[in-house]
T-cell receptor
Framework: GIQVEQSPPDLILQEGANSTLRCNFS?????LQWFHQNPWGQLINLFY???GTKQNGRLSATTVATERYSLLYISSSQTTDSGVYFC?????????????FGRGTQLTVWP | KAGVTQTPRYLIKTRGQQVTLSCSPI?????VSWYQQTPGQGLQFLFE???????NKGNFPGRFSGRQFSNSRSEMNVSTLELGDSALYLC?????????????FGSGTRLTVV
């Protein structure tokens, strides 16, 4: 398989603060996604970003595929940003559509 | 465009029973994957179906099975339930097996085995 490590495991912020979440992976990938799991359990797709940089409102993500890591930036955090953030990858060269997940970063934003 | 629909949302079953969970993918998506999420093991891959064929299977016992219908809807079945099967079961769909656009997940089925 492929190892996916996320850091930090827990992050506590006050509303308005910025944060950076990191995802390291052990092999080349052809698919990398960031998800936010809401309190009801649904995984919300934030970014599909196997390489490069994308932005969506207060969120942005960068994947440096050659160095096997991805970063998720959250600016001006809000209480609704709370939840668990997961990084998931599909190994490059794999013809099988299997996502490997990290253990997630639990983000808590206080008002 | 409707998202991925999983039913039921919640289930309580007794040890030894069997259960069937359903997943309807986004219209036009042909790939459906299933994942189990527990606090201890995190998110683990169960299996993937594409064009009605199981293409990949994770490291789960044979009690876990699934199928996909011609309309791409998928079901998974767990027989002889054990307490450890209590988990959130998530289904994901994609058009090209995750390529180019990634996977979209449903809201999940929360199974409790008592």
């Amino acid at each position: 398989g492929i190892q996916v490590e996320q850091s930090p495991p827990d992050l506590i912020l006050q509303e308005g603060a910025n944060s950076t979440l990191r995802c390291n992976f052990s092999d080349s990938v052809n698919n990398l996604q960031w998800f936010h799991q809401n309190p009801w359990g649904q995984l919300i797709n934030l970014f599909y970003i196997p390489s490069g940089t994308k932005q969506n409102g207060r969120l942005s993500a960068t994947t440096v595929a050659t160095e096997r890591y991805s970063l998720l930036y959250i600016s001006s955090s809000q209480t609704t940003d709370s939840g668990v953030y997961f990084c998931a990858v599909v190994r490059r060269g794999s013809t099988l559509g299997r996502l490997y997940f990290g253990r997630g970063t639990q983000l808590t934003v206080w008002p | 465009k409707a998202g991925v629909t999983q039913t039921p949302r919640y289930l309580i079953k007794t040890r030894g029973q069997q259960v069937t969970l359903s997943c309807s993918p986004i219209s036009g998506h042909r790939s459906v994957s299933w994942y189990q999420q527990t606090p201890g093991q995190g998110l683990q891959f169960l299996f993937e179906y594409f064009s009605e064929t199981q293409r990949n299977k994770g490291n789960f016992p044979g009690r876990f099975s699934g199928r996909q219908f011609s309309n791409s809807r998928s079901e998974m079945n767990v027989s002889t339930l054990e307490l450890g099967d209590s988990a959130l079961y998530l289904c994901a769909s994609s058009y090209l097996r995750g390529a180019r656009t990634g996977y979209t997940f449903g809201s999940g089925t929360r199974l409790t085995v008592v």
